[in-house]
């Protein structure tokens, strides 16, 4: 006779089994039939923004394996040449701007800064001062409309005195800044707002370490104030003094004032983003070809630098150059290989304003010749132009599509019948050259 209770237990406990047999048996049809174990579905982590789809997430290691790499140009060279002893003169338009010239007067010590125009093509003296030395480059502001420059001058007592020129060729007018010779290097540049220039301090044992030798000063144009400019970059190695020595300082701000390229070290290059704090390219030479190489240039609208290279084929015994042209992203184009190539100097090159094109002086060892070449960026073409033994670093005009160079004239080119220098322009996307000035004249600026 059963106890009260176990007989419903009993129930209970085998209605329990018979479940739980009938779920595994459900379990084990459904593996059967598929194949395969079903796991769960992860919860996606992708934000639906309107009107797009979940973005696939994918894999870290996948994205480093496998970057995207972008389509440039494939490296070429071409020749265009230019019969230069049998170009005709250039007629000046009014779009063609003001050309600046430097001309030696006659039985003086003085130098003559002339412009050429359509309007005054017979070449006009833009100021009678008593100039007796150029020693800056003449540098074009953002607008290409002002040149700025720094001159030695004899004042009517006779003393040597230095000032900063900025002048407005389109309008013919032209004022000076006392140029403090004891304190400032050099003349680096203009701001894109053409309200300051950029100088480089000019640093002794007493200066440091209260600055470093990275620092320029903004000095405004409006009323001489200076500002103490420094970048904002974290150092890993020894700033250089002074490396970039004709501009005295070891930073090339672009004109919108948001990027530096920088030394850091003795081998190192960097373009640096001052507004994110960010490197944006770096480039690392080989011990001791850094001093060897011309400085980095910036654009006119500081969207672009170029930066002179020595590929890791180059060697002292067979020297080899190559350009790098860098926009804000950090994407790059490289050009075509220059193999025997004697050292470039910074006057040697010349980048036109909206950065497409670096007009480029070389000398090639095979022949001991120089003549003046083009590199297109966007095109990743070199071109030889066979405009030899240039006399003058190329100058651009404000819309970048001609460049004026200086070269050796033929006696019979000469009023005098001697053999003088003249001054041709060519046309880098017709190839179309014309002769501009026959005299002892050197091409200095462009502006519209």
């Known amino acids: 006779?059963?106890?009260?209770?176990?007989?419903?237990?009993?129930?209970?406990?085998?209605?329990?089994?018979?479940?739980?047999?009938?779920?595994?048996?459900?379990?084990?049809?459904?593996?059967?039939?598929?194949?395969?174990?079903?796991?769960?579905?992860?919860?996606?982590?992708?934000?639906?923004?309107?009107?797009?789809?979940?973005?696939?997430?994918?894999?870290?290691?996948?994205?480093?394996?496998?970057?995207?790499?972008?389509?440039?140009?494939?490296?070429?060279?071409?020749?265009?040449?230019?019969?230069?002893?049998?170009?005709?003169?250039?007629?000046?338009?009014?779009?063609?701007?003001?050309?600046?010239?430097?001309?030696?007067?006659?039985?003086?010590?003085?130098?003559?800064?002339?412009?050429?125009?359509?309007?005054?093509?017979?070449?006009?003296?833009?100021?009678?001062?008593?100039?007796?030395?150029?020693?800056?480059?003449?540098?074009?502001?953002?607008?290409?409309?002002?040149?700025?420059?720094?001159?030695?001058?004899?004042?009517?007592?006779?003393?040597?005195?230095?000032?900063?020129v900025l002048i407005s060729p389109g309008r013919q007018s032209h004022r000076t800044i006392p140029w403090r010779r004891d304190d400032w290097h050099g003349l680096v540049s203009w701001t894109r707002d053409e309200l300051h220039v950029l100088v480089s301090k000019r640093f002794d044992s007493t200066h440091l370490p209260a600055a470093r030798p990275d620092t320029l000063l903004r000095l405004s144009l409006e009323d001489g104030a200076e500002e103490m400019l420094k970048s904002t970059m974290p150092y890993s190695g020894e700033m250089l003094f002074d490396f970039w020595e004709d501009v005295g300082s070891s930073v090339l701000f672009n004109s919108a004032m948001t990027h530096v390229a920088i030394l850091?070290?003795?081998?190192?290059?960097?373009?640096?983003?001052?507004?994110?704090?960010?490197?944006?390219?770096?480039w690392v030479y080989e011990e001791g070809v850094m001093a060897d190489l011309p400085r980095p240039i910036w654009s006119a609208s500081g969207e672009r630098l170029v930066v002179t290279t020595r590929p890791p084929s180059s060697s002292n015994s067979a020297p080899e150059y190559q350009f790098v042209s860098i926009d804000l992203s950090g994407q790059t184009v490289q050009s075509p290989i220059l193999d025997h190539v004697a050292n470039l100097e910074n006057s040697d090159l010349s980048l036109s304003p909206d950065g497409q094109y670096l007009a480029f002086v070389v000398t090639d060892e095979?022949?001991?010749?120089?003549?003046?070449?083009?590199?297109?960026?966007?095109?990743?073409?070199?071109?030889?132009?066979?405009?030899?033994?240039?006399?003058?670093a190329p100058v651009w005009s404000p819309n970048s599509h001609r460049v004026l160079v200086s070269i050796p004239a033929g006696s019979n080119e000469s009023d005098d019948g001697k053999s003088s220098e003249k001054v041709v322009v060519m046309d880098v996307t017709t190839g179309w050259a014309a002769s501009l000035a026959v005299g002892a004249f050197e091409p200095q600026a462009w502006t519209k």
């Open 1 to 164: 006779m059963s106890k009260p209770g176990t007989s419903a237990y009993s129930r209970r406990l085998l209605a329990t089994i018979v479940v739980v047999l009938l779920s595994a048996c459900s379990r084990m049809g459904t593996t059967e039939e598929t194949g395969a174990t079903v796991s769960p579905s992860p919860k996606s982590t992708a934000t639906v923004v309107a009107g797009l789809q979940p973005t696939t997430l994918v894999p870290t290691a996948e994205l480093i394996t496998s970057p995207t790499t972008p389509t440039l140009p494939t490296p070429a060279q071409s020749t265009t040449c230019i019969d230069a002893a049998s170009l005709s003169p250039l007629n000046l338009t009014g779009e063609d701007g003001v050309i600046l010239l430097t001309s030696a007067i006659p039985t003086s010590p003085y130098l003559s800064v002339v412009a050429l125009s359509s309007v005054s093509p017979d070449m006009t003296e833009l100021f009678n001062d008593a100039t007796v030395g150029i020693l800056s480059d003449f540098v074009i502001a953002p607008s290409g409309e002002r040149v700025a420059f720094v001159r030695a001058a004899i004042d009517l007592q006779g003393a040597t005195t230095y000032e900063l």
């Open 264 to 282: 850091d070290g003795e081998s190192s290059l960097v373009v640096w983003d001052q507004t994110r704090s960010t490197v944006v390219w770096r």
């Open 366 to 392: 095979t022949t001991s010749g120089r003549e003046l070449r083009l590199w297109n960026t966007e095109s990743n073409m070199v071109t030889t132009t066979c405009i030899v033994d240039p006399l003058s």
